[in-house]
Every structure is written in structure tokens, then in C-alpha cells.
């Protein structure tokens, strides 16, 4: 069964980057689409961005473009997210999330979840 790990969240001033990786085991992510999600204290989760190899990246959220990206790295089987300029807004526990289809798709149309990484954007 396919299972994700996030890492690479922390704390970050605004203005700063971080980079979060999302591996996937067991499958190859080439046959899902790939969102990536968040969630603040208090707030629903809300979807940021997705991307499949039929879409490439679809973004779901105007406030992250321009600033958060999504890329891949196919040894590794492993699909990052890309974010600069970092704002307290951005503040939340991000997730990334697999579904068995081609297509991107919105909350909560995933079948699996990973467990979440923190990322806090503070001075």
C-alpha cells in the first residue's frame, strides 16, 4: 500500500524558503496525482497545490503563486514543495496527499495522507 512522509518544514522568517519533500514508497508516483495541503490552527484544510504527470502543476490557491512551486525527482520517487517568500499566512501544518488517478482533484478527494509537516513563518 502506498504510503507518504513529509519533513523539511521548521520555522522560517517572512521573507525566507523552505523546501518539503514528499516520498512516496512502494508505488511509482507517476500513476497518482500529488496534492499538496494545509492546514492553520483553527482553519479547514485547504488545498495549496497539485501535480500530476497529465496536468503538471495545478494551483489552487492565488495567494502561493509566484512564490510555492512543485517539483519532482524521480530516483527518488519524491515530489517537493518549493516555497519563497514566506508569509506569517503561510503558517500551518502542510500535508501531501496521493490519489489513484491522473487528474488533480480538490479537498478531500485523496486516498492517501501523509502525517503532516509543521511549517512557522515568524520573525
Known amino acids: 500500500q502506498l504510503q507518504l512522509a513529509e519533513s523539511g518544514g521548521g520555522l522560517v522568517k517572512p521573507g525566507g524558503s523552505l523546501r518539503l519533500s514528499c516520498a512516496l514508497s512502494r508505488v511509482t508516483f507517476e500513476n497518482y496525482a500529488v496534492g499538496w495541503f494545509r492546514q492553520a490552527p483553527g482553519k479547514e484544510r485547504e488545498p495549496v497545490l497539485c501535480?500530476?504527470?497529465?496536468?503538471?502543476?495545478?494551483y489552487y490557491r492565488d495567494s502561493v503563486k509566484g512564490r510555492f512551486t512543485a517539483s519532482r525527482d524521480n530516483a527518488k520517487n519524491t515530489i517537493y514543495l518549493e516555497m519563497s517568500n514566506l508569509k506569517p499566512e503561510d503558517t500551518a501544518t502542510y500535508y501531501c496527499?496521493?490519489?489513484?488517478?491522473?487528474?488533480?482533484?480538490?479537498?478531500?478527494?485523496?486516498?492517501?495522507w501523509g502525517r503532516g509537516a509543521q511549517v512557522t513563518v515568524s520573525s
Open positions: 496527499a496521493a490519489r489513484t488517478y491522473h487528474y488533480c482533484a480538490g479537498y478531500p478527494n485523496y486516498d492517501y
Open positions: 501535480w500530476s504527470t497529465v496536468q503538471g502543476t495545478t
